[in-house]
């Protein structure tokens, strides 16, 4: 009704001035997914390339003409083979605005299962080689508009800080909602709005004007305006404009129920423009048209880039709504046929935060390598210990990293070998399986990463060896024969963690493990494996050295086992167990708090889901209780270890490590039952109310109220880093989160509920993409759990999380190195996240050096960081702080009433190393040069 009535009054209202025609703007583009039904090599053979060369073409034959063009990924692939006549041509369409670049990360990054941190690396991947290959003259700041047009499962609310720190002036989305809303927007003209995203950052700073597509890029080129090789559409000419202009200036119309400015219409979809010079030719012709009959239409049309877009609608000085604190993690709401769920429902793309668990974890496995590997290269150069620089060998972890951000990878919605890539009907007819290369998506990826994996360790490896003056190579696993471990923390705090390692072959009795100063310290052997438990202390970003000696009167300890369990604790928590061996209250020593907790093992029984979307049409099953309970003591840490007969053949280990804050839950399970989805579920005595927290892109906390109305589906929500639910009232609210290091689906079904799903294995389809989604396992899920005040957790809740997914890392040699012990950073407090320290790469003889420090906890006072005593062992000469992805900053655009402060206040640069302030999750970025 309100729709109808908003038309209604649309149409009431006086007219334009007669001549003042409606400006519209077509923005023509192409949507080329970095893998989906086809490997990159594949889809890059049989259109990408054809489409770079021919819109080349296209342009060339009318300076009228624009395209816009995102994912860098392609770009890098077709550059090196065109000449360089053609390479200086393409340069000269850039600065003359004919082709512009939006958003240009390596690959259009999803929004709801990746990382902030890898998103932002992926997207400085794309600027900078835009930079080295374009040159500083053509674009050193060439990006200035964010698109995100195919976010299935949701966007995030960092997004908007994300692309306003990078110094965007706005961004482009599709609209990923529920009816209701798109319906309210509608009615409101609020489809372009101040977005501010952030309930930390402020708004001045991370606020970004976005227009949100109404329905799907695609939409207005499935109305008939696609010409090529596989088109039927008439060509244009006098007998056939005259009816594609009037659905031109009908669809135009139709945009000004919805945005009260000029029109943007999104030209292009899925790999369009194999035939550029077809499409722009019967294009061109309609527009000319429309043109010189102007007053029959009563507009001006023109090709046009976001940057024309944006810059017409910011001279009309219009007045936009803000949405504050909002985002759209609704995982698209989709109509399912009846044939797939036995009547006609509404379902949500929500199995994507879990689907294919095991490349989620290898993705994150790989970014974390990469990520330690950069900072120890850095470190290495910058100190002189490394000669020469590797960053040439690790761009093959830059390349593998910004290919599997796309929204095809890390959701796990791709073809695999054994996949169908044909679905829906009633028929359910899906053709042959992928039996061939060019559809191996998942192994394709899989094949990328292993490579950025070896690059990594590759430089890991050597950058340590130089810092400590190892006499030998390193590894990354026992060779029978290394009798020296040095140990790597990434982070900018000491840690004091528990580690496991491989002893060498040895004589027949338990080692000694011996520190950096030849201390012994206290050892446990594993109780299943020949695997040796310690806790080790390393510096921040930095090393220590420990040796295995045989000769030693401190070998490791043999832990006792009993069966059954009642207990287990250290100085800071205490578990208590049931009879059946189920975990019953956390007391959280220091705080004094005690929540009563159980957790259990359910699965639900799903013939409809895919890849995309749970359609959970029943509410899940207990498990059985675990058939064996054994208590594992010892001084390093104590366990309670559940066995479960059955189909799922399911162990579980509940660590709790000495001087450990958090309670470790290890989950290996060898195989799922067909049709099967498993989920840890925690039943506890927090009054939340039915509301869930869940963290946007693993940074910012989203409070998530139970709808009951809504089927689970509706329910479930992505937790990238950490989830957690708390009591709802102010006097010491308790709290339980669950912090992980891979990305899984998280829902809270009922009071004091919180369960993440940690494996799916279906052999359905969804009705939206390659099925079925053969995930069976094996798979070893951990997770980190915090119980006690919600105080106390918040302050470590994303800092633990991060020591999660960054674990010391152990390399083994032998030989003494000649530097034991080393740190390389003056240690922060644990709130302060080294998200970046990285050599830049072509930027002339000298290298630079990336620095990005960032304030991880929410809601948190400044932090000041002294960057002239950061690197007790280098010294900087001089500093530049730039834009997130490494852009020069400027002013950006003001909309409205809200007032946007630059990106980088000044001064910007100097010799003189500054002292910082951070405030809570704010990022700052800086370039250093010794």
């Not at 490349?359 to 290495?380: D, F, G, W, Y």
């Not at 310290?521 to 299943?528: E, G, I, K, R, T």
Request: a negative charge.
């Amino acid at each position: 009704a309100a729709v109808a009535l908003a038309v209604c009054l649309a149409l009431l209202a006086p007219a334009a001035a007669a001549d003042a025609p409606l400006e519209v703007f077509i923005v023509p583009h192409s949507h080329c997914d970095v893998g989906w039904l086809e490997t990159v090599e594949s889809y890059y053979n049989t259109s990408v390339h054809s489409i770079l060369d021919t819109v080349m073409e296209a342009l060339l034959q009318d300076p009228a003409r624009r395209f816009i063009w995102s994912e860098i990924k392609w770009f890098q692939m077709w550059w090196p083979d065109q000449s360089l006549q053609v390479q200086d041509t393409f340069r000269r369409l850039v600065q003359s605005g004919q082709i512009e670049f939006v958003g240009a990360g390596w690959s259009q990054s999803d929004e709801v299962t990746t990382t902030w941190r890898d998103v932002v690396d992926q997207v400085t991947t794309g600027h900078e080689y835009l930079r080295r290959t374009l040159g500083e003259e053509v674009c050193a700041r060439c990006v200035k508009y964010g698109w995100q047009i195919d976010m299935f499962a949701g966007y995030s609310g960092v997004t908007p800080s994300l692309w306003a720190l990078m110094g965007y002036d706005g961004m482009v989305i599709r609209f990923e909602g529920p009816d209701a809303m798109r319906s309210q927007w509608m009615a409101e003209k609020a489809f372009e709005f101040v977005w501010e995203g952030s309930d930390n950052l402020p708004a001045d700073k991370a606020a970004i004007l976005t227009h949100v597509i109404e329905w799907n890029y695609g939409t207005f080129i499935g109305q008939g305006f696609q010409w090529g090789p596989s088109s039927s559409n008439p060509s244009m000419g006098p007998d056939t404009v005259k009816a594609a202009a009037d659905k031109v200036a009908a669809f135009a119309r139709n945009r000004t129920q919805v945005y009260q400015g000029p029109v943007m219409i999104v030209w292009g979809s899925d790999f369009q423009f194999v035939d550029a010079v077809a499409m722009f030719g019967n294009m061109s012709y309609i527009v000319d048209y429309m043109n010189d009959n102007k007053a029959t239409y009563g507009m001006h049309v023109q090709f046009a880039t976001l940057s024309n877009y944006f810059d017409y609608l910011h001279s009309l000085k219009l007045t936009f709504p803000v949405k504050q604190f909002v985002d759209f993690e609704y995982g698209w709401p989709h109509v399912i046929p009846q044939n797939l769920t036995g009547n006609v429902t509404i379902q949500y793309q929500t199995g994507a935060p879990t689907s294919r668990s095991a490349h989620k974890m290898h993705i994150r496995e790989v970014s974390q390598q990469h990520r330690a590997a950069e900072t120890a290269h850095a470190l290495s150069l910058a100190t002189g210990a490394l000669p020469v620089s590797r960053d040439h060998i690790l761009m093959t972890a830059w390349d593998a990293l910004g290919v599997t951000q796309h929204h095809d990878s890390v959701p796990g919605t791709m073809s695999a070998e054994g996949t169908y890539v044909r679905w829906g009907g009633a028929d359910r007819n899906p053709g042959p399986a992928c039996n061939q290369s060019s559809c191996m998506v998942l192994e394709d990826y899989g094949r990328m990463l292993n490579d950025g994996a070896d690059a990594s360790l590759q430089v890991l490896a050597e950058s340590l060896q130089t810092l400590a003056q190892a006499p030998e190579e390193l590894l990354f696993s026992q060779d029978g024969n290394s009798s020296t471990l040095i140990l790597y923390n990434s982070l900018s705090h000491a840690r004091t963690q528990m580690v496991v390692v491989a002893a060498p072959t040895g004589p027949g009795n338990r080692p000694t493990i011996l520190d950096s100063y030849g201390a012994p310290v206290v050892a446990q052997l594993d109780a299943f494996s020949e695997q040796i438990y310690f806790e080790a202390t390393v510096p921040a970003l930095g090393f220590a050295t420990y040796t295995f000696d045989y000769s030693g009167s401190s070998p490791a300890v043999v832990p006792t086992m009993t069966t059954g369990a009642t207990t287990i604790s250290n100085d800071k928590l205490k578990l208590t167990f049931s009879a059946d061996g189920l975990l019953t209250y956390v007391d959280n020593l220091q705080d004094g708090s005690r929540v009563r907790v159980t957790q259990q093992y359910f699965e639900y029984f799903n013939s409809s889901g895919g890849p995309y979307c749970l359609i959970e049409t029943n509410a899940a099953r207990q498990l059985p209780a675990p058939a064996t309970v054994v208590t594992v003591t010892g001084p390093v840490f104590e366990e309670v270890v559940l066995m479960f007969n059955g189909q799922y053949d399911l162990e579980q280990r509940i660590q709790l490590p000495r001087s450990a804050d958090n309670i470790r839950f290890v989950h290996h399970i060898n195989q799922l039952a067909m049709n099967t989805e498993i989920v840890s579920r925690f039943v506890t005595d927090i009054d939340n109310n039915g509301t869930l927290h869940n963290d946007d892109s693993g940074l910012e906390i989203h409070a998530r109220p139970l709808q009951p109305t809504l089927p689970i589906s509706g329910n479930y929500y992505s937790m990238v880093q950490s989830a957690y639910i708390r009591d709802r009232g102010n006097f010491e609210p308790r709290q339980l989160s669950v912090l992980t290091s891979h990305t899984m689906g998280v829902a809270s079904l009922g009071a004091g509920q919180l369960e993440y799903m940690m494996l799916r294995f279906l052999n359905s389809t969804d009705d939206q993409g390659p099925w079925p989604l053969n995930d069976q396992g094996p798979i070893t899920v951990e997770t980190w759990v915090m119980a006690g005040l919600a105080e106390e957790i918040n302050d470590v809740r994303l800092p633990r999380a991060l020591e999660l997914e960054n674990p010391i890392l152990v390399t083994y040699t032998t030989g003494h190195p000649a530097t034991p012990i080393s740190q390389g950073i003056t240690p922060q407090p644990e709130g302060v996240y080294l998200m970046s320290f990285f050599v830049r790469t072509g930027t002339g003889v000298e290298p630079e050096y990336v620095l990005r420090l960032q304030n991880v906890v929410e809601h948190s006072p400044d932090v000041n960081v002294d960057l002239n005593a950061l690197f007790p062992n280098v010294k900087f000469s001089s500093w530049e702080e730039l834009a997130l992805a490494l852009d020069t900053p400027k002013q950006r655009k003001q909309w409205g009433t809200r007032t946007l402060a630059p990106v980088v206040a000044e001064p910007r640069s100097g010799t003189s190393l500054p002292v910082v302030a951070l405030s809570a999750l704010d990022m700052r970025t800086f370039v250093l040069r010794v």
